[in-house]
């Protein structure tokens, strides 16, 4: 039988400090070969931290990071072959046009010359950008800048792409684009994407890491997210009907059901409800014939489906609340000037 892959992405152990505070506190997680993966957290929970040292551009305090079998910490060189990478503010040149600027970034990263021009050709298509091939970097606007720095990140086909928050700045026709080339990378390249824009990172990526204080609070696919974090479902009904008597109802139904919220009746006697159960297997059917037989009249019955915002806020909330004690500096550290 032969060994599974080596994974993409190996973080085991990992420790980052500034001058005595901690960014990143024992950090370990592992991303499979062709996962798109959504990195999530408050500002100053570590995203730009971490990912900076997986692409070798900080070192870290303590612990191990492998890019396809590669220690980034032992071989600095060969990691950088292998990851295309893209920082929250890329440094873009102002005075080179687009094209130039792409094939000096092609040479650098060491593809041949016979076939760096069609690959120049693809990215520039691929990212929306063949209009301005021949402009100046300094005169595109701000959502042309971040597509150019995606094209570069991805102008080498390298088996691993990290980028920071890549629709910053980005319009709604923009952010359609890049959520398209992303999903079309899945499964011929990693990706691990940094971002504030929660619905994108729902729709784009087979799973999410959220991580709070430097540490891992949550991971998992966002349906997987949602019955580990919330731990509940919900529903919502509009019912006309004796309400005094649906608590007994619902316990018939299921145990766990419960009325969380409800409204004043409206000019027709309807209210408004929220039903919250610890069952996740579906409940309507069973819970509107119940409804119905016991006179109840049923406007509206539906299962509400949390968002992954609500996973977020749930799980660095929970993270705070537990109010994780300061991970003790390890010796050694080094001073920087990076916020993490």
């Known amino acids: 039988m032969s060994a599974p892959p080596t994974p993409a992405i190996e973080v085991d152990h990992l420790v980052k400090t500034y001058a005595g505070m901690t960014a990143v506190a024992d950090l370990s997680f592992t991303v499979a070969r062709g996962e798109i993966i959504g990195f999530l957290g408050p500002n100053g929970a ?9 692409t070798g551009y900080l070192p870290a305090n303590s612990g191990t990071v492998r890019i396809c079998g590669h220690s980034v910490a032992t071989e600095p060189d060969a990691v950088k072959r292998l990851i295309g990478y893209m920082p929250e503010n890329n440094p873009l040149p102002e ?5 130039e600027y792409l094939y000096f970034r092609g040479r650098l990263k060491e593809i041949p010359r016979r076939k760096l021009s069609p690959r120049i050709d693809e990215v520039l298509e691929l990212c929306d950008l063949k209009r301005v091939r021949h402009k100046i970097i ?3 606007s701000k959502g042309y800048r971040q597509r150019v720095g995606i094209a570069e990140a991805i102008l080498a086909e390298p088996p691993v792409i990290i980028m920071d928050e890549p629709t910053i700045g980005l319009d709604p026709h923009q952010i359609l684009i890049v959520r398209d080339l992303i999903a079309g990378l899945r499964g011929r390249m990693t990706v691990i994407i940094s971002s504030h824009i ?3 990172i729902e729709m784009t990526c087979d799973r999410v890491l959220i ?7 949550a991971q998992g696919s966002p349906a997987d997210l ?3 974090v919330l731990g509940r479902t919900t529903y919502q009904l509009i019912t006309a009907g004796s309400i005094d008597a649906l608590p007994a109802i ?12 409800n409204s004043e009746p409206d000019a027709t006697g309807f209210v408004t409800l929220a039903l919250s159960t610890e069952r996740t297997d579906e409940l309507g059917e069973p819970l509107l014939q119940s409804l119905i037989s016991h006179g109840f009249r049923v406007r509206a019955l539906s299962r509400a489906q949390p968002t992954l915002e609500d996973v977020f806020l749930a799980a660095t909330r ?23």
């Open 198 to 200: 929660l619905p994108e």
């Open 46 to 54: 570590g995203k730009s931290t971490t990912m900076r040292i997986l």
């Open 211 to 217: 991580i709070n204080r430097g540490r891992v609070v």
């Open 250 to 261: 619902l316990t018939v139904v299921e145990p766990t059901l419960k009325i969380t919220a």
């Open 318 to 340: 929970r993270s705070w609340d537990a109010k994780l004690a300061p991970v003790a500096t390890p010796a050694g550290t080094a001073n920087g000037f990076d916020r993490p």
């Open 138 to 140: 300094g005169q595109l």
């Open 226 to 228: 949602r019955r580990e």
């Open 95 to 99: 005075d080179m046009r687009v094209s």
